[in-house]
């Protein structure tokens, strides 16, 4: 009996180490490695990034500031929006489209001087995109 249970697990041994694993597991966890590659998003440029204090940028228009963000793999979700300094931009204020978001920035955010972070919030995912740092600067 003590013969026998020595020669199973002999097999056994022999078994597990030749064993292979299917080549297309490590095909699935590239492609599953090129699909996180593919939903990165990269901010190419954007602008502008600075105005004196309630000074109007890149004036549209209707009269409004507007900034423009070059941008590859956002998500176009309709609640994908824009935080300018915390504060939320977004619905008719914002547009996504394939390689760029643009929106409009309200008056009452750049009267005070002072540094303002810009991220991209996507509507589906929830990740969240630094844009950089938009500067107001004190009148002189």
Request: proline letters at 4%.
């Amino acid at each position: 009996m003590k013969n026998i249970l020595i020669v199973l697990a002999f097999a056994c041994v022999l078994a597990i180490g030749s064993f292979k694993f299917p080549k297309n597991i490590f095909k699935q966890d590239q492609l599953q490695q090129n699909n996180q590659a593919a939903n990165q998003i990269k901010i190419e440029n954007w602008g502008p990034r600075e105005t004196p204090e309630g000074t109007k940028f890149n004036i549209q228009p209707d009269g409004r500031s507007a900034m423009w963000v070059k941008v590859k793999g956002v998500s176009m979700h309709p609640k994908t929006h824009v935080l300018f300094g915390g504060n939320e931009i977004s619905d008719q204020d914002i547009a996504v489209q394939a390689e760029s978001v643009t929106f409009f920035v309200r008056d009452e955010l750049i009267q005070k001087s002072g540094s303002y972070e810009v991220a991209i919030i996507e509507g589906d995912t929830g990740r969240r995109i630094l844009v950089g740092e938009f500067n107001v600067r004190k009148n002189e």
